[in-house]
T-cell receptor, first 112, second 115 residues
Framework: QKEVEQNSGPLSVPEGAIASLNCTYSDRVSQSFFWYRQYSGKSPELIMSIYSNGDKEDGRFTAQLNKASQYVSLLIRDSQPSDSATYLCAVNRSGGYQKVTFGIGTKLQVIP | NAGVTQTPKFQVLKTGQSMTLQCAQD?????MYWYRQDPGMGLRLIYY???????DKGEVPNGYNVSRLNKREFSLRLESAAPSQTSVYFCASSSGVLAAQETQYFGPGTRLLVL
């Protein structure tokens, strides 16, 4: 079992719809969870971080964490073509900054 | 502020050649990292430096060496390049203060092809 699992996609959604990106992790003691966006040919950039169970909202983005189910998700409301990118889930497994593990990323395509 | 910078942007090597990838950050961060990114594999940590003067192995250190030259600079050296080292290499930095809640800031990447 991979430590951080994501469906590689592509996930296609129409413009204006809600995009739902999912991530599961295997280490039950994981503490911190991050979503990075990576445009093709570019470097990852952080868009959301979440540390406790529940929802965290930032503009059109909502991160959801369920530690009991070892599941973290990212919702993008009112999806725009500019949201088309690969979204990387990252998990800090045990508290040290060197312990961050990245998933392979989900490619999102927003269709105009 | 430039953030995290990397040189070169692209490089083609022949098997057995050596090269050094350079990375610098101007955010006064303590911690720096080298990752490689391959299709279907995600980002994998090669080496990291928690603070100036320290370096440690990550998930895939074989075939690489690093030097934390000072607080700003962290270089990655391939002593004898192999085709399996064809990849995109990212340098990243973080404050080194918040531990589990650290945000990592990435450089633009170096695309390396080993023939």
């Amino acid at each position: 079992q991979k430590e951080v699992e994501q469906n590689s996609g592509p996930l296609s959604v129409p413009e204006g719809a809600i995009a739902s990106l999912n991530c599961t992790y295997s280490d039950r003691v994981s503490q911190s969870f991050f979503w990075y966006r990576q445009y093709s040919g570019k470097s990852p950039e952080l868009i959301m971080s979440i540390y406790s169970n529940g929802d965290k909202e930032d503009g059109r983005f909502t991160a959801q964490l369920n530690k009991a189910s070892q599941y973290v998700s990212l919702l993008i409301r009112d999806s725009q073509p500019s949201d088309s990118a690969t979204y990387l889930c990252a998990v800090n497994r045990s508290g040290g900054y060197q312990k961050v593990t990245f998933g392979i990323g989900t490619k999102l395509q927003v269709i105009p | 502020n430039a953030g995290v910078t990397q040189t070169p942007k692209f490089q083609v090597l022949k098997t057995g050649q050596s090269m050094t990838l350079q990375c610098a950050q101007d955010m006064n961060h303590n911690s720096m990292y080298w990752y490689r990114q391959d299709p279907g594999m995600g980002l994998r940590l090669i080496y990291y430096s928690a603070s100036e003067g320290t370096t440690d192995k990550g998930e895939v250190p074989n075939g690489y060496n690093v030097s934390r030259l000072n607080k700003r600079e962290f270089s990655l050296r391939l002593e004898s390049a192999a085709p399996s080292q064809t990849s995109v290499y990212f340098c990243a930095s973080s404050s080194g203060v918040l531990a589990a809640q650290e945000t990592q800031y990435f450089g633009p990447g170096t695309r390396l092809l080993v023939l």
